[in-house]
């Protein structure tokens, strides 16, 4: 059913943009109601609703270009001509960075039209940074970058704060909030690595960056599970999410 879906996707884009002009007309026409003067019939409270609407759609000619490039790019990144890898970055955050979390383990998973390929090995960063700088010994240079000194040294009015690293480690990148920069600086780490061990860290197609409590917001839509042998027998969001962080922190 996947492989079909997939395979089905170029003529829903074509027949989204052939419709296209006729939606964001439809939409404009509709936006230049007035909700004032609909009449209140039943307790449906339509003028509410109207109101509510149109805010939403006061956007939509820009909100549609986005669909249609996501739609576009979807069978590229379910893999549905070729097989799709990505580097998955887990952040943790309970261990608050800018950026959302501490990133603390990375793993790959490939994508075969629409199924995963496999299973994600998840490693912890320190594995990364430390062939890095100490196999290696290679200074990726991200010295004092946007403040990090300030950010991550301790200072004599303050018991407690920061690393100590005045050199930007792999982990580190979470400390700025864009994570455009975060990714860029993390993806400098890995392919230095991967120039001198292509066997161990392997090439990917694209990166995606997942907070660790993302598994526990999913359970919390279907929570409880029942799963035999598994924190008595219930997975929870809450019990899934201690399991996560103390499997990463370990």
């Known amino acids: ?12 884009v074509a027949l ?17 109601i007035n909700p004032e003067f609909i009449p209140s019939v039943g307790t449906g409270n339509l003028t509410k609703k109207i109101k509510e609407a149109q805010v939403l759609l006061a956007d939509f000619p820009e909100l549609s270009n986005q669909i249609k490039e996501t739609m ?12 799709t ?28 039209k629409g199924e995963l390929v496999g299973d994600i090995n998840v490693v912890d960063m320190w594995d990364l940074e430390l062939y890095v700088s100490s196999t290696l010994g290679i200074d990726v240079g991200y010295r004092n970058i946007y ?4 950010l991550m040294n301790p200072i004599p009015s303050v018991t407690y704060r920061g690393c100590w690293s005045t050199y930007l480690r792999a982990q580190d990148a979470g400390i700025y909030s864009d994570l455009n920069v975060t990714m860029d600086m993390f993806r400098d780490y890995y392919d230095t690595a ?19 409590f993302f598994a526990s917001d999913l359970v919390s839509l279907i929570e409880p599970i029942k799963v035999p ?11 899934v999410a201690k399991k996560i962080f103390l499997e990463t922190s370990s």
């Open 1 to 12: 059913k996947m492989q079909g879906w997939i395979k089905e996707l170029p003529s829903v």
């Open 16 to 32: 989204y943009e052939d419709s296209e002009a006729d939606l964001i007309e439809l939409v404009d026409l509709f936006n230049q």
């Open 72 to 83: 576009s790019m979807l069978p590229q990144l379910l893999g549905a001509e070729k097989k």
């Open 85 to 112: 890898t990505y580097l998955i970055v887990f952040q943790n955050e309970k261990e608050m960075r800018s950026s959302g979390g501490l990133l603390s383990a990375y793993g790959l998973v490939t994508v075969d």
């Open 147 to 150: 403040g990090q000194n300030y």
């Open 194 to 212: 991967r120039r001198y061990n292509p066997k161990k860290y392997k090439k990917y197609d694209n990166i995606i960056i997942i907070n660790t």
């Open 229 to 239: 042998g598994f924190d008595g027998g219930t997975i929870t969001s809450d019990n």
